[in-house]
Each structure stands twice: as structure tokens, then as C-alpha cells.
């Protein structure tokens, strides 16, 4: 599975929009872009996932370049409890089937009240 | 909804002692996960089991063995702990068979004296 780069950390006000950016130069044409996120010492969550379309759903939007060297993931409106860990993996497969996981270090997102 | 259940939520156990972790899927989940969080670190994959037979083995140390029960839950044996084995526990567990996405247990949290 190709390796993904985030920032350590960021911050974002309540109610904004917290963009979080994922780089996955490697990726290859059948790996898709999966995000989840952990809340402070919970189980990680699925959030979204997606091949070269943008998506969205309840939760978020991705947006993956033409490139597909990088995605970001937004969440629309932040709240106090979005602030976790975020993780962007890159994976073959489109369907969720054997989910064997490699979570890398991902992004650790503070909302600020 | 259900969610996967774990059990004990806490346990505390000495070196060289051995421990059980167990987890409870989601009602017609066929796959189960389990995956090791040490302090400060990411999930790290340890291995799965899909209708009762081995799927997939990450990184578990030999002491450690699972597996998965005709009602589809699944157990974590760990013997001759150590220090190092002290962490989160997580399980997870989905419908292979139709391509539903992972679920997370609130796992456990097991700390080696």
C-alpha cells in the first residue's frame, strides 16, 4: 500500500472548516483513499473514502486531485467533537472487504472553542 | 444499534502472566480484527479471521493466538506477558461477504505490571 504523508498537527476555530491534507505521491491507480479518525482513546471511525471523484457524505467531503498524488478531507462545520486524530490510508480495493488496516501517523486535529 | 463489544474493559495482569481479551462482533459480521495501540502510537494490525478460519497475520508476537468461535466471536490469548504488551486493544469486525465497513470495539486497555 503506497505511503501517506500528513501534518503533525493542526487547529481549527469552532464552526469553520477544518481541511485536512493527506499527500500519497505514490498511490497507484487501483488504491483508493480511505479516512478515519480516532477519538481520544476510542476505536477508530470510518469517515469517507474514494477512488478520483470527489465525494461527500454525512460526516465530510474528499477532495482528491486530478493526480491523485493528494486528497484533502473536509469537515464542513467544526465542533468540539471533531477534535481526534485523523488518519488518511491508501489501500487497493473499493470495496471494504478485507479491511487488514496500516495506520500511519496521522493528523492530530484540535478545535478551538 | 449494536456495536462490537469487548471485554474486560480494563485489565491488569503481572509479567509473565498470561490474558484473555474477548470480543463480541456485530451480529452477522463474519471478519474480525484485532489491532494493538501502545502509548502514543498508531493501531498496528495483528491479525483477522473470516468465517472461523485465519485471514490475515500482521505483527503478533508468537506468545500471543486468536481465534474465532462458531458464534463468530473471537478471542485474544496472550501468555508470558511483558512490559511492552501493555496497550489498547482493539477489535473490529464487518461483513466481508457484503462489503460493509470496519467497526471498532472500545477496546481494551491492558496494562502489564
Known amino acids: 500500500d503506497a505511503k501517506t504523508t500528513q501534518p503533525t498537527s493542526m487547529d481549527c476555530a469552532e464552526g469553520r472548516a477544518a481541511n485536512l491534507p493527506c499527500n500519497h505521491s505514490?498511490?497507484?491507480?487501483?488504491?483508493?483513499v480511505y479516512w478515519y479518525r480516532q477519538i481520544h482513546s476510542q476505536g477508530p471511525q470510518y469517515i469517507i473514502h474514494?477512488?478520483?471523484n470527489n465525494e461527500t457524505n454525512e460526516m465530510a467531503s474528499l477532495i482528491i486531485t486530478e493526480d491523485r498524488k493528494s486528497s484533502t478531507l473536509i469537515l464542513p462545520h467544526a465542533t468540539l467533537r471533531d477534535t481526534a486524530v485523523y488518519y488518511c490510508?491508501?489501500?487497493?480495493?473499493?470495496?471494504?472487504?478485507?479491511?487488514?488496516?496500516?495506520f500511519g501517523t496521522g493528523t492530530r486535529l484540535t478545535i478551538i472553542p | 444499534a449494536a456495536g462490537v463489544i469487548q471485554s474486560p474493559r480494563h485489565l491488569i495482569k503481572e509479567k509473565r502472566e498470561t490474558a484473555t481479551l474477548k470480543c463480541y462482533p456485530i451480529?452477522?459480521?463474519?471478519?474480525v480484527y484485532w489491532y494493538q495501540q501502545g502509548p502514543g502510537q498508531d493501531p498496528q494490525f495483528l491479525i483477522s479471521?473470516?468465517?472461523?478460519?485465519?485471514?490475515d497475520k500482521g505483527s503478533i508476537p508468537d506468545r500471543f493466538s486468536a481465534q474465532q468461535f462458531s458464534d463468530y466471536h473471537s478471542e485474544l490469548n496472550m501468555s508470558s506477558l511483558e512490559l511492552g504488551d501493555s496497550a489498547l486493544y482493539f477489535c473490529?469486525?464487518?461483513?466481508?461477504?457484503?462489503?460493509?465497513?470496519?467497526?471498532f470495539g472500545s477496546g481494551t486497555q491492558l496494562s502489564v505490571l
Open positions: 451480529p452477522r459480521h463474519d471478519t
Open positions: 479471521f473470516y468465517e472461523k478460519m485465519q485471514s
Open positions: 474514494g477512488l478520483k
Open positions: 490510508i491508501v489501500r487497493v480495493g473499493s470495496n471494504f472487504g478485507n479491511e487488514k488496516l496500516t
Open positions: 505514490t498511490i497507484s491507480g487501483n488504491e483508493y
Open positions: 473490529a469486525s464487518n461483513n466481508r461477504g457484503v462489503n460493509e465497513k470496519l467497526f
